[in-house]
């Protein structure tokens, strides 16, 4: 084994050597581990280990694996799939180009929430806090709103311009007569149809409805009720055809035969109550509400579309041409 390396001599050391040497020198000392570098590296293998430490696109292309890129950050398609499928399952409807595109504009009005957030330091870098992150942003923006409490003005201006809004909706009391189409020509009584026009012929000349009912009609599973009822509670009954010949009709006027889903219906309305617009003064705690809400959903967007404008996006069209995923199980 090799000895460490002998240190020079001076040419004084080949003469008498001094009379007084001096002192060793202390040795250094052994270097401190840096705990500091030791602590910052597992911090970052461990955010790494999180997906937080992404790698940033290049400027103005789309990662293979991304739906869209909001600044720095990208919004992997994976994760929109996975949010369209939970969207897919909350609706009746078919997921259409209109659904798929609301829904990623909805993930990245909540990355740019989510990066402003992080970048005022409101909670701790982790996933799992996301939407508590982007509801305290929000609470913050609406609580800017809520610290100015509208005057009395503002929440009669604001009733004024949104009476309709307040107006409640009149009520209608009506009746109708089904013809079922089921049977066909093969009802001795005639097609529906022929049925519906002669039942009309007889109420018309002032025969009473329940007679021509037993004798013309098919029984309603479900009838409209006796009573005065908002339009959208009779229409739940009768549908939408039915409603709308009802609603123009004079009240006592029995309609023309109305063929709508698997059957034919006449439609009488029998009483009207008209709309009501209530007094501010009854209605002022529910006006001023309205009014503090519209004001915070209004300093949101404004917030967001600023956000928007300093924030290089980037979306991948063709997410919202493809098939509607299968609903999460």
Do not use: C
């Amino acid at each position: 084994m090799l000895g460490a390396p002998r240190p020079l001599e001076s040419p004084l050391s080949e003469s008498s050597p001094p009379s007084n040497p001096a002192p060793p020198e202390p040795a250094a000392p052994r270097p401190r581990t840096p705990w500091l570098l030791l602590l910052g590296a597992a911090i970052g293998l461990a955010l790494a280990s999180l997906g937080l430490l992404e790698e940033r696109p290049d400027p103005g292309r789309l990662p293979v694996d991304a739906a869209a890129v909001v600044g720095d950050r990208t919004i992997r398609r994976v994760d929109y799939q996975r949010v369209l499928a939970g969207v897919a399952g909350d609706l009746r409807s078919p997921v259409d180009e209109a659904v798929r595109r609301r829904v990623l504009e909805r993930m990245i009005d909540e990355e740019l929430l989510v990066q402003r957030a992080l970048e005022l330091g409101l909670a701790v870098i982790d996933r799992r806090v996301r939407g508590e992150l982007t509801a305290g942003l929000i609470d913050s923006i609406v609580a800017e709103v809520d610290g100015e409490p509208p005057s009395a003005g503002d929440v009669e201006r604001h009733y004024e311009e949104n009476r309709d809004f307040f107006t409640r909706p009149g009520r209608l009391r009506a009746r109708t007569l089904y013809f079922s189409t089921r049977r066909g020509d093969q009802d001795p009584r005639g097609s529906a149809l022929e049925r519906a026009r002669k039942a009309r012929t007889r109420l018309v000349a002032g025969e009473a409805t329940d007679v021509v009912e037993a004798e013309l009609a098919d029984r309603q599973v479900s009838p409209v009720p006796d009573t005065l009822l908002p339009a959208s509670k009779i229409r739940d009954y009768v549908g939408p055809s039915v409603l709308e010949t009802l609603l123009a009709l004079e009240a006592g006027t029995w309609s023309e035969p109305i063929e709508a889903g698997r059957g034919v219906h006449l439609a009488i309305p029998l009483d009207r109550e008209p709309s009501i617009a209530p007094p501010l003064a009854e209605i002022e705690a529910l006006v001023r509400q309205d009014l503090q809400r519209r004001r915070g959903d209004e300093a949101l967007r404004a917030y967001l579309d600023d956000l928007e404008a300093r924030t290089p996006i980037l979306i991948d069209e063709s997410v919202f041409a493809e098939p509607a995923p299968a609903p999460a199980s």
